[in-house]
């Protein structure tokens, strides 16, 4: 099936049954539960998690869930988005320390952990935990509180590019294929890159892994020099990646989650200016979580 425009409202029964189980603000992210057997049960948190789940492994490979009833209500729609997260996949943690949700938002420093998650950057389209063991299937992004200006959301379909990438760029098609040393960023003290491709197949579809910085670092870290002809192609990949004809954009507003197979969609998003002298309600605020499939 598919969803118009990919705007999935939830309904009032729906949330209702979604706002079971509450997560305290002060929960620490590593302890995040899994799935609630009664809430997944629901009938109408099943049929949603159906659509969704149809959506993002066959369709369009994306939903925007939207409980606009909570967007007063953050710690609740937080609850809400979380339930319905895990009756969708296992949770995953994030990084080594095990956190199962991240804020992401501009701490006006430099990014330790993490590319341009605490900044208010754009561009440097992705796929996330290219460092992790295991590549999350579904990522959830809820917003909490959107930023003044920019912070678009941007999703790429790996599906469409590859087709352009077959028929023009088939140079590009195989520098994407070969493996790659990325960078896990100190995460794990035995594992300081993992060699994988950027591009290769699971279950007949596409599967892509992709952040340019953590290529350029791993490779820096081993003492492996990237050759110019890859470095060309890989230039070439990140320009398609930068055509507005394979973007997909939509500026989330508070109370909306998106939702996306990250086997398949590489996302990132536009530059964002919050509105500083709003001290918090008007700084951008997205909740971050990954799950892999039941
Ligand atoms: O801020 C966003 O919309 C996306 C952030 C992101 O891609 C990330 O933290 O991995
Ligand atoms: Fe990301």
Redesign the pocket.
Known sequence: MTIADGIVPVSTAATAALLKRSIPDDLPPQMWPDRDPGIAADPDVRDLRDRLDETLTHGDGYAIVRMESLVDRPSDLVSAFWNLFVSLGQPLPQYSTGERSFQ?RDEGAAPTR?HY?ATNRGGGYHT?GTFLPETPFYVG?MCVRQSLYGGD?VLIDIRKLHRELQQNYPHVLQALERSYHFDCCGQFPEVQTRHQPILSQRDGQPFVRYLRGYINTGHEKLGIPLEEETIAALDTFDALLDRDEFQWTYKLHPGDMLVFNNTIML???KAFADDKDNKMRSRRL?V?VYARQY
Request: without cysteine; charged residues 25%; glycine residues 10%.
């Open positions: 992401v993490n998650s996330d992004l959301s996302h990132g998003r997205m971050r």
